[in-house]
């Protein structure tokens, strides 16, 4: 099945417009919460980080210890990409057998208002998928969701719970690179705005 990525900073609701699709029925990945599934249920992929740092990462009972893990990698790049260099291609190799399971799922509809009157495709979800250039073979098409600076701040801020200027810092370290993006939702109104705008933008991509 093709691959359509959305992504979008802090506070442009990407997730929220990826709750509209998986309700709507369409099949969501969200990296996220897969990488978060992966640390429980692959011992390699701990033995990995382990053997990359020369430390434990477990805790008593071999569950990952995020508070280490999070000591090790804080305000150092270069563990960032390490740690990265072994979460990702562990990530992507689960999207594609993900994939793989949507399709055979799949693989008896035709185009249906379902898929916005394309044949049935797949959502992966991220913040940083454009930025990685291992990913971009995966994906068919991108669409970010955007919204003001100011719309953006105030819902990071009711959602977190935290300063604008904190929200900001976390801001910098995001971009976007538009000559990746082949159609953008802006998310400025009400619900049914969004909705509406998630519709026409889904109907526009060239997915068949």
Not at 183 to 208: M, Q
């Given at each position: 099945m093709k691959t359509v990525a959305v992504t979008g900073g802090i506070g442009s609701g990407k997730s929220t417009v990826c709750s509209f699709l998986s309700a709507r029925g369409i099949p969501v990945y969200d990296t996220d919460s897969a990488a978060k599934k992966l640390y429980v249920r692959d011992d390699s992929l701990l033995d990995s980080i382990e053997e990359a740092f020369g430390c434990s990462i477990r805790l008593a009972d071999g569950s990952l210890?995020?508070?280490?893990?999070?000591?090790?990698?804080?305000?150092?790049?270069?563990?960032?990409?390490?740690?990265?260099?072994?979460?990702?291609?562990?990530?992507?190799?689960?999207?594609?057998?993900?994939?793989?399971?949507?399709?055979?799922?799949f693989e008896d509809e035709g185009c249906s208002e379902t898929f916005f009157g394309h044949s049935p495709f797949c959502v992966i979800e991220s913040a940083i998928i454009l930025s990685k250039p291992e990913f971009l073979p995966l994906l068919d098409k991108a669409v970010l969701?955007?919204?003001?600076?100011?719309?953006?701040?105030?819902r990071a801020c009711k959602r977190d719970g935290v300063e604008p200027e904190q929200v900001i810092k976390r801001m910098a370290t995001q971009s976007f690179d538009l000559s990746k993006v082949d159609?953008?939702?802006?998310?400025?109104?009400?619900?049914?705005?969004?909705?509406?705008?998630?519709?026409?933008?889904?109907?526009?991509?060239?997915?068949?």
């Open positions: 210890d995020k508070v280490k893990l999070a000591s090790i990698i804080f305000d150092s790049p270069d563990r960032m990409r390490t740690l990265e260099g072994i979460v990702h291609p562990a990530v992507m190799k689960d999207y594609i057998r993900w994939n793989a399971m949507q399709s055979s799922r969701v955007d919204a003001s600076l100011s719309i953006r701040l105030q159609a953008v939702i802006r998310n400025e109104g009400t619900e049914e705005d969004l909705s509406k705008e998630i519709a026409k933008v889904f109907k526009s991509l060239d997915l068949d």
